[in-house]
């Protein structure tokens, strides 16, 4: 009977170790593909570091300015964010909010479907909850969000922080 076990939970083990060793490494969707466009909104800031945040003091939030320098309307099809963690809103400048836009295949995430007049300016505002990943986000975090131009151009935001409890 002991043999049997023992047996038994071997070639379980050998499995589980094959099914292990065999897998695909795990996916990230950081952007998409450059498709060599260059993006016609201009973003003079699309990164920031938050230093040293807690999780006890909840979201951390930052606003980036976007603009179409342009003389042409700029339509904005997409705005996804790296991590379920992160979300991002669309701020336009009569104070409309549109979002959260979040992760692709974390649920449903809205297309922005705007168009941006040339000349105007609007603010992509970046939530981070460093909660999201309970006791196991306590560390170094980098997220992204990315807008994309009808084009297929984007334009991405970084985010950074080293996270304590």
């Not at 991590?83 to 669309?90: E, G, K």
């Amino acid at each position: 009977m002991n043999k049997t076990l023992i047996a038994i939970t071997l070639i379980v083990a050998g499995l589980i170790g094959l099914l292990i060793w065999k897998s695909p490494p795990p996916r990230t969707i950081a952007s998409d593909p450059d498709t060599g466009t260059k993006s016609t909104l201009d973003a003079p800031e699309t990164f920031y570091d938050f230093g040293t945040i807690s999780m006890k003091d909840g979201y951390a939030t930052k606003d980036f300015v976007v603009s179409n320098p342009t003389d042409k309307d700029v339509f904005v099809s997409t705005l996804v964010t790296s991590c379920m963690c992160t979300a991002a809103f669309m701020v336009k400048s009569d104070g409309t909010i549109r979002g959260p836009f979040k992760m692709p295949g974390m649920g449903y995430v809205p297309p922005v479907n705007e168009t941006i007049n040339a000349g105007e300016r609007f603010v992509v505002r970046v939530v981070y909850d460093p909660n999201a990943h309970g006791p196991a986000g306590v560390g170094p975090i980098n997220r992204l969000a990315i807008l994309t131009e009808e084009s297929g151009a984007t334009v991405q935001f970084e985010i950074k922080a080293l996270v304590t409890p």
